[in-house]
DNA sequence: CGCCGAGTTGAACTGAATCAAGAAACGTGG
DNA sequence: CCACGTTTCTTGATTCAGTTCAACTCGGCG
């Protein structure tokens, strides 16, 4: 996976359309600096775009009636976030995208998006599979946290996000898996020992 | 809600395409009786169908590395399931689907469906609507999972399957719930006591 | 140098799992 | 329609994974 990918480059790597064409459908949406800390969606807010990452790392959660904060998604470059519920149905959104790192974002215009399969049906194939990943994850997210340990999570969370792992503190990392800071600490603490055992 | 509704009722209600059109549709899909314990899907196939439920009840689960199983999705009359990591990405499936009574489904083949889009756009329009209301459900779920107590997340079940709640055995509420079927009595208890004190 | 946030460690606690036993409900065949 | 066996539900005692609260360490950084 290629770092720092313009979304243009992204795009013209995975839909097949004339680059021409996808660079100006690019220009057309506007690409920002997010800094470290600021939030590109809050709760009670309706989404109206996708986000694609440039440069950085957003997270993507929600906080609960206890005030627990509880993350849902990271995305780092080359990913996409955005709260599809809010966004396809219009209604306010209870999460929050926020920026970890200084980061560079493509906003993109959700309606816009979504009337381009008109005009490029390869689009709306794009979009497509789009959603698909984005089932796929959330399932393999709802299934891991139905069927494994904090320990055997962990060690999934590393598969899927092996460089998120080092930009983030901790405290992030446990948000993500459900868990407490100390109970991270502790997990990581038993599984270096068992490695190192061996 | 209506029950025992036919998929092209369903369809007439939902998709904006001539009836006819659509009854032509949906009589090229093979409907069939499925008797309770059967299965639709099992481990290590590929999803090739949508299932869509007009009579009965079915579940979608996986079985993890100690045995156990994990309820991800109940399906009752007027619901669809698939398993679209496997259908659309056309991997093996992790997955289980089974009749917990007998039913009568409505197996839709993914490939044409998926062509469909191309002659009836309205099609396409309502795919994506059942794509996104699957992302929906599934965040959902990762959020409850993540933010919510056993007693809070079964409070939410009967919300979401009031009448599942009454067709299945409280085991299987406990699979879906990811607790243990003894924890689910006592929490019922609780909750009940709770009720009675009020 | 001293502060500060992040990470670690410890001890007590809690929600839920496990194991085991008994009670209730259920459906199937006679 | 009853009787039987099976499944489901409940309850209790114990264990365990993970939480909570608190104290301490460590590594930057002004």
């Known amino acids: 996976m290629l770092n720092n990918l313009r979304l243009a480059d992204y795009l013209i790597a995975h839909v097949p359309i004339d ?3 996808i660079r100006q459908i690019v220009d057309s949406q506007k690409t920002a600096p997010v800094s470290k800390g600021e939030y590109l969606l809050m ?3 309706i989404c109206r775009h996708s986000f694609f990452v440039e440069k950085g790392l957003l997270r993507y959660y929600s906080i609960d009636s206890k005030g627990k904060e509880h993350i849902l998604q990271f995305a780092p470059e ?3 976030v955005v709260d599809r519920e809010s966004a396809y149905f219009g209604k306010p959104s209870q ?4 920026a970890l790192e200084d980061s560079t974002v493509v906003m993109l215009d959700e309606q816009f998006i979504s009337e381009l399969g008109a005009s490029y049906p390869a689009f709306t194939a794009f979009n497509n599979k789009l959603l698909h990943n984005h089932i796929r994850h959330l399932q393999n997210r ?9 320990g055997e999570r962990y060690l999934q969370f590393i598969e899927l996000y092996p460089d998120v792992l080092l930009r983030v503190p901790q ?3 446990a948000s993500y898996l459900g868990i407490t800071p100390e109970s991270l600490s502790r997990v990581r ?10």
Chains 1, 2 share one sequence.
Do not use: C, R
């Not at 603490?189 to 061996?198: T, Y």
């Open 19 to 21: 680059p021409d064409i």
């Open 43 to 45: 709760q009670g807010e």
């Open 78 to 80: 080359n990913w996409f």
């Open 95 to 98: 999460y929050f995208i926020q």
């Open 142 to 150: 709802v299934n891991q946290l139905l069927s494994f340990t904090a």
């Open 171 to 173: 405290t992030m990392v």
């Open 189 to 198: 603490k038993e599984l270096s020992q068992k490695h190192s055992a061996q």
